[in-house]
């Protein structure tokens, strides 16, 4: 990339980096860190054409049903619960987000494909929020 002149890297964060809680101090230390490197990278490769942007989802339900490890993440807490993770997820995203729900997962290719492409040349070390309002820049 730094020989062409230009190129993308695009990393991925959640909302974890935001949030406070009991619990995920780990969890919620490396996204932050990830959003961090983002930016930092972004300096250090901007001068080279070299853009750098982060996607920060939040849940994903469609991922459930592709193998996504975040239902054995989020199975313990839904089993607390006496709810399937599903559940769970619904009623987090209805209490939780301003649009009631939470990204699919055309929303978070349409969104890297959009970082990606020259229509946002002039974006770089940006974090891509899309909580769908669970979290508010």
């Known amino acids: 990339m730094i020989e062409a002149g230009r190129g993308v890297i695009l990393t991925l964060s959640t909302p974890g980096s935001h949030m406070s809680g009991t619990g995920f101090l780990g969890y919620g230390v490396t996204c932050a860190a990830g959003e961090a490197f983002t930016r930092l990278l972004a300096a250090d490769l901007g001068p080279a054409g070299i853009r750098v942007n982060c996607i920060r989802p939040h849940a994903i339900p469609q991922a459930l049903a592709k193998g996504?490890?975040?239902?054995?993440?989020?199975?313990?807490?839904?089993?607390?619960?006496?709810?399937?993770?599903?559940a769970m997820l619904a009623q987090a995203a209805a209490a939780g987000t301003l649009l009631k729900r939470f990204p699919t997962l055309d929303e978070v290719a349409e969104t890297a494909a959009f970082l990606a492409s020259d229509h946002a040349g002039a974006m770089t070390a940006a974090i891509a929020n899309l909580s769908c309002g669970a979290l508010l820049d």
């Open 68 to 86: 996504s490890h975040a239902g054995d993440v989020f199975r313990p807490i839904a089993e607390r619960a006496g709810i399937t993770v599903e």
